[in-house]
């Protein structure tokens, strides 16, 4: 399974992006979706993520109240609707998806998502 991100660029502070993460190749079926991001010299960090079966959704506290996880059941993709973004916003976005199952890591954890794209660049100016 190979996921596609898309919809990165470089933008000022306030403006607005929309991520969007797709499979590619054979349809596959995960227990939740996930965004994190890495800007440069840190380490990768949790942004969102949702549940396919519940749509529960979780949100870093850096972007709760800006950004929003959505999915799309019927082709698989999910999108991350960034709002009033800032200067430290800016990183490479990676989306995730996780296997179906019991898993001993939570939708916060890099460790509980197993494919993963290639990521897309937000750069927001100040």
């Known amino acids: 399974v190979q996921l596609q991100a898309s919809g990165g660029g470089t933008v000022r502070t306030g403006d607005s992006l929309r991520l969007s993460c797709a499979p590619s190749g054979r349809t596959f079926i995960s227990a939740a979706s996930g965004w994190f991001r890495q800007a440069e010299g840190k380490g990768r960090e949790f942004v969102a993520s949702?549940?396919?079966?519940?749509?529960?959704?979780l949100y870093a506290d850096s972007v709760k109240g800006r950004f929003t996880i959505s999915k799309v059941d019927a082709n698989n993709t999910v999108f991350l609707e960034m709002k009033s973004l800032r200067p430290e916003d800016t990183a490479v976005y990676y989306c995730?998806?996780?296997?179906?199952?019991?898993?001993?890591?939570?939708?916060?954890?890099?460790?509980?998502?197993?494919?993963w794209g290639q990521g897309t660049l937000v750069t927001v100016s100040s």
């Open positions: 995730a998806a996780a296997p179906v199952g019991p898993s001993y890591y939570s939708e916060y954890e890099p460790k509980r998502f197993r494919w």
């Open positions: 949702i549940t396919w079966g519940t749509a529960r959704e």
